[in-house]
């Protein structure tokens, strides 16, 4: 098992460009989610989606949007990327119902210029 | 809204010396759980507790839950080089397939060989 996979690794935009940032999870979880990561600033919830059919917003959303293609994708799109979208961002998933802990991939450092 | 604060923020000890650091959430919380993340990398699972008052170990580690369910901590006896990272706290909160966790923003501790 792969676990939880992302793409790209690393990527670098310039102001204004768009982006989709691919994830993929082969362990039949439910959940899926989507943090952005900046020094000093912890873990951010950009995105959720509880099961196969719905997403949520967290906490900072604006300026992304997300689709759950199926239960194992979920991804996070940058319509117009801006210098302070420059974060590393982690896919993480979950089972679902009892199980709270959640599994991240790799993550994908972007920067925007 | 819910948060849960971590301190400290930062801890360098010297290898062998014992570390700790702590989480408190302001509202009751229905788990807590430990993630790491080494330096360039995403975070890991560690643990969860669930329980009042619960005490967990994992070798050189020791979690605890506080009697109200607000508060924990994670313990290191006699630091290795290999625990260098950020060990996050996470709060469980919601019910079903819309648990989410509340982040703490995590201590960083580096360790003097």
């Known amino acids: 098992n792969a676990g939880v996979t992302q793409t790209p690794k690393f990527q670098v935009l310039k102001t204004g460009q768009s982006m989709t940032l691919q994830c993929a999870q082969d362990m039949n979880h439910n959940s899926m989610y989507w943090y952005r990561q900046d020094p000093g600033m912890g873990l951010r919830l950009i995105y959720y989606?509880?099961?196969?059919?719905?997403?949520d917003k967290g906490e900072v959303p604006n300026g992304y949007n997300v689709s759950r293609l199926n239960k194992r994708e979920f991804s996070l799109r940058l319509e117009s990327a801006a210098p302070s979208q420059t974060s590393v961002y982690f896919c993480a998933s979950r089972m679902g119902l009892g199980a709270f802990e959640q599994y991240f991939g790799p993550g994908t450092r972007l920067t925007v210029t | 809204g819910q948060q849960v604060m971590q301190i400290p923020q930062y801890q360098h000890v010297q290898e062998g010396e014992d570390f700790t650091t702590y989480c408190n959430s302001s509202?009751?919380?229905?788990?807590i759980q430990w993630y790491k993340q080494r330096p360039g990398g995403h975070p890991v699972f560690l643990i969860q507790l669930v329980k009042s008052g619960e005490v967990k170990k994992q070798k050189r580690l020791t979690f605890q839950f506080g009697e109200a369910k607000k508060n924990s901590s994670l313990h290191i006896t006699a630091t290795q080089t290999t625990d260098v990272g950020t060990y996050f706290c996470a709060g469980g909160s919601g019910a079903g397939n819309n648990r989410k966790l509340i982040w703490g923003l995590g201590t960083s501790l580096a360790v003097n060989p």
């Open positions: 989606s509880a099961s196969e059919g719905t997403t």
């Open positions: 509202t009751t919380l229905s788990n």
